[in-house]
């Protein structure tokens, strides 16, 4: 069975860093695969934050963390990253991955994990 489990979320004050980590497990052909980090905040709609493909190449989809968010993988660890410089209260949310174990060298997101609380205070 397929699974994703995220970690390293927590709280810390503006301007501080997090590196929040997604780990897969169950996948037979992992790094043909893109993923994907998303956050909810309370009250409002999940959103699209970053995509990593299986090239390596990144996305970064909402401009808010452009500079300040990076996205990455170790293929050999089955682990994308999400390393979150900067912070600010506005980004206190619960962050998500997201991914999907389809047809290879294709990209989606159909499978979650339990998702990371980060809280940012001022």
């Known amino acids: 069975q397929v699974q994703l489990a995220e970690s390293g979320g927590g709280s810390v004050q503006t301007g501080g860093s997090l590196r929040l980590s997604c780990a897969a497990s169950?996948?037979?052909?992992?790094?043909?695969?893109?993923f994907y980090w998303f956050r909810q905040a309370p009250g409002k709609e999940r959103k699209e934050l970053a995509r990593?493909?299986?090239?390596?190449?990144?996305?970064y989809t909402d401009s808010s963390v452009k500079g300040r968010f990076t996205i990455s993988r170790d293929n050999a660890k089955n682990t994308v990253y999400l390393q979150m410089n900067d912070l600010k209260p506005e980004d206190t949310a619960m962050y998500y991955c997201?991914?999907?174990?389809?047809?290879?060298?294709?990209?989606?997101?159909?499978?979650w994990g339990q998702g990371t609380q980060v809280t940012v205070s001022s």
């Open positions: 169950g996948y037979a052909y992992y790094s043909t695969h893109c």
């Open positions: 997201a991914g999907w174990n389809h047809i290879p060298y294709s990209c989606g997101s159909d499978l």
């Open positions: 990593i493909n299986y090239d390596n190449s990144t996305t």
